[in-house]
Every structure is written in C-alpha cells, then in structure tokens.
C-alpha cells in the first residue's frame, strides 16, 4: 500500500469512530467517557470500568438499567 492510501484508511476509521460515538469521544477522563458512551448507547454494561462505585451506579440508572438501591 501506498502511504496516501494508509492515510486515507486511517482517515476513514478515524471518521467512522468519532461518528458512532458523538460528542463522547472529545471527553479526555476515561470515567465521563464510559458515562458518556453508556447513556448514548442505552448500555449500562459500558459503566463497569467506572470505579467510584456511586458514578458507577449513576451510571447505570442513567444508561437505562434500575438502581440496585431501593
């Protein structure tokens, strides 16, 4: 492969991932990102790497899963 061509590949993936992940992937801290990307997607299995254990379960109440707290 030429290097305009790798460019251009890596252009393209580069594009393709800040598109599927929107706003959240200008956040530089790892823990509001995982928020972030949990709440777009509807996915609270993405807030398991958070580990304050509150921000974690925000969370997931926020990505569409119920409060194991009653």
């Known amino acids: 492969m030429t290097r305009t061509t790798i ?7 580069a594009g393709i991932s800040s ?4 706003e959240c992937a200008s956040i530089r801290d790892e ?7 949990a709440e777009e997607r509807q996915d609270p299995s993405t ?8 921000d ?4 997931r109440e926020r990505a569409g ?3 194991l707290e009653q």
Do not use: H
């Open 65 to 67: 899963q119920p409060s």
């Open 47 to 54: 807030c398991t790497g958070i580990g304050n254990a509150e």
């Open 56 to 59: 974690r379960a925000l969370c």
């Open 7 to 13: 460019l251009a590949v890596l252009g393209l993936l």
């Open 19 to 22: 598109a599927a992940s929107g």
């Open 31 to 37: 823990d509001l990102r995982r928020q972030c990307l």
